[in-house]
């Protein structure tokens, strides 16, 4: 399985950038695709999630600024980032696993966490300046 992103780039405050993330070599129905970002010295943060039942998760820090989508044809994720602001440089990576994005703990859910990911991609990154 592999993953490659793209569409990183550097960009003024304000500005929107579109990532991309093909990912060959899975065949499976089931899966989750999740964006996720690592600025330096902090650690990896959730950014979005899409699984396979068509259910979709941004995190707060992003909400109304962060849209994931993907093109099962193209075999293709995609991250709309909109009104980007400087602490949202960070290295963008996306994530397959097999299993859903939810995950069942005792009587609630939650949604799959970094850890809990199998295959990631190499990263693009995302510089936002004032």
């Known amino acids: 399985v592999h993953l490659v992103e793209s569409g990183g780039g550097s960009v003024q405050s304000g500005g929107s950038l579109r990532l991309s993330c093909v990912v060959s070599g899975y065949t499976y129905s089931t899966y989750c695709l999740g964006w996720f970002r690592q600025a330096p010295g902090q650690p990896r943060e959730r950014v979005a999630d899409i699984g396979d039942d068509g259910s979709t998760s941004v995190a707060e820090s992003v909400k109304d600024r962060a849209t994931i989508s993907q093109d099962s044809a193209k075999n293709t994720l995609y991250l709309q980032m909109n009104s980007l602001k400087p602490e949202d440089t960070a290295v963008y990576f996306c994530?397959?696993?097999?299993?859903?994005?939810?995950?069942?703990?005792?009587?609630?859910?939650?949604?799959?966490?970094?850890?809990?990911?199998?295959?990631w991609g190499q990263g693009t990154q995302v510089t936002v300046s004032n």
């Open positions: 994530a397959l696993d097999g299993g859903g994005c939810w995950i069942q703990v005792g009587p609630s859910r939650r949604r799959r966490g970094s850890h809990e990911y199998n295959w």
